[in-house]
């Protein structure tokens, strides 16, 4: 049922992984920057993980995140990295079940979820050498959310079609956890993020959800000034 997912996760992954070994073989030798301002963006892959009845599967979605960032170092291995990002999340979500109508009031089929955040994350870094890695909290604002059904056209009469923005909870926080290389003015990482409140607030929007929280894997590149 996850196999999908599985095979997007792995590819992921491996990208990820050929990315950084790559570029930790060029920057052995560099030494740790100073404090910058700069600017990043890169790939999300994001997902709900809802624990319903009649959830069959639940899917990635790629998506993507840009914004700007200051590294203000505290001691040589210390430093303090605030951030503000646009991001996407969300997820598809194959729902069934012969009750399914009644129950969430959708028919059968995909849906997508695409909620667009404003992210402040604020993330204390540690560095070895060329290499950070960093930790720290986040709090998002719900910038819109867009909410479609993939499978089918007639959508005028169910739900779905009717959810907006104000029927997600607008404020999200939770913990970002990352690792990334610095060369110079160029900075090339990875970093997880984790909701620690709920997507959906109440009626539809929460049964569909059913308690779910954002997570997103990112890869991403920056360049300082």
Known sequence: ??????????????????????????????????????????????QLIVDHANVEDENMKIGFHVGVFTKVPITRFLAVQPEVLYTSGGSKISYGGSDLENVLGIEPGEVRFNLNYVQVPVALAVNIGPLNIHAGPYVSYLLSANVSDLEYSDLGETEVTELETDDFNRIDYGIVAGVAFDVRNVTVGARYNYGLREVGNSGIAGNLTD????????IYIGFGF
């Open 211 to 218: 308690n779910s929280k954002n997570s997103i894997a990112q």
């Open 1 to 46: 049922m996850k196999t999908n997912t599985l095979s997007h996760l792995s590819a992921f992954v491996a990208a990820l992984g050929f990315l950084l070994l790559g570029t930790g073989q060029s920057i052995a030798q560099s030494e740790n920057p100073g404090p910058k301002f700069g600017i990043k963006g890169g790939l999300n892959a994001s």
